[in-house]
């Protein structure tokens, strides 16, 4: 059975950093698009940044130059360092994981992704 499991959300504070964690358990992360996708209350999930089988990272503008995605092929463990953290940034923050060589703008699109974590809360205070 796969499960994502995700942790390090919570409150931050407006200009401070969290970071946070989703772990495999049942799957390997090597050879898949995973990505993280943030949902405001009353919204629709979004994407908000993802990492292809080769490694390359793709961002939504929004994030560009605060947030950063990873994954440590050893621990089984996808992670989104989220700093210069805004009240916007405010949201449940879900991660996923797909099959391999999706292309495109694959980390905007939910459908594509076949497994998710549970989700965590990040709230941002100004």
């Not at 200009?15 to 989703?22: A, F």
């Not at 990505?35 to 961002?59: H, I, N």
């Not at 980390?107 to 992704?113: D, G, I, S, T, V």
Request: aromatic share 12%; net charge neutral.
């Amino acid at each position: 059975q796969v499960q994502l499991v995700e942790s390090g959300g919570g409150p931050g504070q407006s200009g401070g950093s969290l970071r946070l964690s989703c772990a495999a358990l049942g799957y390997t992360y090597t050879r898949h698009c995973l990505a993280w996708f943030l949902q405001p209350p009353a919204k629709e999930r979004e994407g908000v940044a993802g990492v292809e089988s080769d490694g390359r990272t793709s961002y939504v503008d929004s994030v560009k130059g605060r947030f950063t995605i990873s994954q440590d092929n050893a621990k089984n463990t996808l992670y989104l360092q989220m700093d210069s953290l805004k009240p916007e940034d405010t949201a449940m923050y879900y991660c996923a994981a797909g099959p391999p060589n999706l292309g495109g703008a694959y980390f905007r699109y939910p459908a594509l992704f076949g497994y998710w974590g549970q989700g965590t809360q990040v709230t941002v205070s100004s």
